[in-house]
């Protein structure tokens, strides 16, 4: 079977898989396939890897993948360590291992290489986000498992994957939005850019809300950019002013209500809940296109 050279890795991760320290010789002099063998593995001899950062597995691209293995075969190797006699674990490639199984596939072509746990994890996440389509959730989360199980800087981690350390940021910072927001993140309600703007609101609250209104009302990442600004202006000028800022119910709520009267509306709230809805006119004609927009005869 003809195999093809590996392409689009990250920096780091092509320097350790192409390492004269671990690729050697193919088999040892009994035989048995060692570190280093690009060797044709039977798939009950290969267990799935723990420390996979992709949950989900889309089914129907799993089965056309399926039908391209049957027809063509497995092109690119997958990627296992070595656990004991005649027994393997995945480091890379298990779309590609669950797409052979369904295929019916008896063996797979894999490299073989040598890796502790930190090594295997960091090999494993690097090699996830630099091939598959993980969604911005699943990157957020690689990128901080990688910082923190596998001691790496945001610096060190932005070389590995190949992308400015302002890229590796934005994401991380996803992590800090309530799981709502991330699971409509993930899910595809809103957009990666809608949620760098929610991100830029502290109130968790504030976030549900735009969220919620994004997913009803089909918003724009410039109608959120923009209620995050006036939301961080008016909560500004509020405190500046000894003032409390409105709940964002009630700013978004005076935001409907000045476009409905065509003029700028004002909505005062104390602590307690008491308040008022001011509407200016400036004649009687106005005054009386207000009524009419209220629906009063």
């Not at 089965?63 to 360590?81: D, K, N």
């Not at 350390?165 to 934005?170: A, F, G």
């Not at 800090?176 to 993930?186: M, Y």
């Not at 405190?239 to 065509?262: C, H, M, W």
Request: hydrophobic fraction near 40%; aromatic fraction near 4%.
């Amino acid at each position: 079977m003809a195999i093809q050279k590996r392409t689009g890795l990250g920096r780091g991760l092509s320097a350790i898989l192409e390492s004269p320290e671990t690729d050697i010789t193919s088999k040892d002099i009994s035989g048995n396939y060692v570190a280093g063998a690009i060797a044709e593995l039977p798939l009950g001899k290969i267990e799935t890897n723990p420390f996979q950062p992709r949950v989900d597995f889309d089914q129907a691209s799993l089965s056309e993948l399926a039908q391209s293995i049957l027809e063509q075969g497995i092109i690119q190797p997958l990627t296992v360590r070595k656990m004991g006699y005649d027994k393997y674990q995945l480091i890379s490639g298990e779309r590609r291992f669950r797409a052979a199984k369904i295929a019916g596939v008896e063996s797979i072509p894999c490299f073989i290489r040598v890796a502790n746990d930190e090594q295997m994890l960091e090999w494993a996440l690097i090699e996830n986000i630099q091939r598959e389509n993980l969604n911005a959730i699943e990157i957020a989360i690689s990128y901080n498992r990688l910082i923190e199980e596998c001691s790496l800087t945001q610096d060190e981690l932005s070389k590995r994957v190949g992308k400015n350390r302002s890229t590796v940021t934005n994401y991380m910072r996803l992590l800090k939005l309530p799981a709502e927001v991330q699971a409509a993140l993930r899910d595809g309600s809103i957009s990666m850019a809608h949620a760098r703007s929610i991100v830029n609101v502290d109130d968790e609250e504030k976030q549900l809300v735009i969220t919620r209104k994004i997913i009803a009302e089909g918003l724009s990442v410039r109608d959120v950019e923009k209620i995050a600004k006036k939301l961080n202006n008016t909560f500004s000028s509020a405190t500046k002013a000894g003032k409390l800022a409105l709940p964002l119910k009630y700013e978004l709520l005076k935001d409907s209500i000045q476009v409905r009267f065509n003029r700028k509306v004002e909505i005062s709230r104390s602590q307690k809940g008491k308040g008022s809805i001011t509407i200016p006119f400036a004649s009687d004609d106005d005054l009386q296109a207000v009524i009419s927009k209220l629906g009063i005869d």
